[in-house]
T-cell receptor, first 113, second 113 residues
Framework: ETGVTQSPTHLIKTRGQQVTLRCSSQ?????VSWYQQALGQGPQFIFQ???????GRGNFPPRFSGLQFPNYSSELNVNALELDDSALYLC????????????FGPGTRLLVL | AQSVTQLDSQVPVFEEAPVELRCNYS??????LFWYVQYPNQGLQLLLK??????LVKGINGFEAEFNKSQTSFHLRKPSVHISDTAEYFC???????????FGAGTRLFVKA
């Protein structure tokens, strides 16, 4: 059984650019959540996808968007990058929400210059 | 709105000593509570979770936590720590039927020889 994988591992972009981060869920998991973890902080919930539909969203602007595909893999897209978007982006897969254990990938570290 | 407060940002402790990492939460509804660990350059891994029932929850690697509803706390304990326990520990809360998991800012446990 493969775990949650994310690509790329590191990324450097400049302000105003767009970025796409990818996440492959653990086998059998139908739910993916994305988090932003700034340096020295806890993960902040961006949004969640359940069976290809957005299931809920945190306090992030619309330039943060996502997709979930039929195989339950997922993408996080960020448009018009700002310096404050520099962070570790984590995805987590699970079977459903709420009480279910989330299995986290190793993250993508994004640096915006 | 739910929130999580981890009362200590850093906890230094000697090897084989006991440790307690403190977590308080606020919520107007019943909650699920989690502790996750993050080793350097890795994603988060679940240590344990409280859903209902017995207030003492045992997890992996010898950790346990006690849910105290009256004090809205969920402190993590280990009777004897190892060097390998050095990591960042996150307390988190979600509500039944909800989609969002709220994380605390984290506590860095540093185990000294």
């Amino acid at each position: 059984e493969t775990g949650v994988t994310q690509s790329p591992t590191h990324l450097i972009k400049t302000r105003g650019q767009q970025v796409t981060l990818r996440c492959s869920s653990q086998s059998g998991h139908n739910t993916v959540s994305w988090y932003q973890q700034a340096l020295g902080q806890g993960p902040q919930f961006i949004f969640q996808y359940y069976r290809e539909e957005e299931n809920g969203r945190g306090n992030f602007p619309p330039r943060f968007s996502g997709l979930q595909f039929p195989n339950y893999s997922s993408e996080l897209n960020v448009n018009a990058l700002e310096l404050d978007d520099s962070a570790l982006y984590l995805c987590a897969s699970s079977i459903g929400t709420g009480k279910e254990t989330q299995y986290f990938g190793p993250g993508t570290r994004l640096l915006v210059l | 709105a739910q929130s999580v407060t981890q009362l200590d940002s850093q906890v230094p402790v000697f090897e084989e000593a006991p440790v307690e990492l403190r977590c308080n939460y606020s919520s107007s509804v019943s909650v699920y509570l989690f502790w996750y660990v993050q080793y350097p350059n890795q994603g988060l891994q679940l240590l344990l979770k409280y859903l209902s029932g017995s207030t003492l929850v045992k997890g992996i690697n010898g950790f346990e936590a006690e849910f105290n509803k009256s004090q809205t706390s969920f402190h993590l304990r280990k009777p004897s720590v190892h060097i390998s326990d050095t990591a960042e520990y996150f307390c988190a809360v979600s509500d039944p039927g909800g989609f969002k998991t709220i994380f605390g800012a984290g506590t860095r446990l540093f185990v000294k020889a």
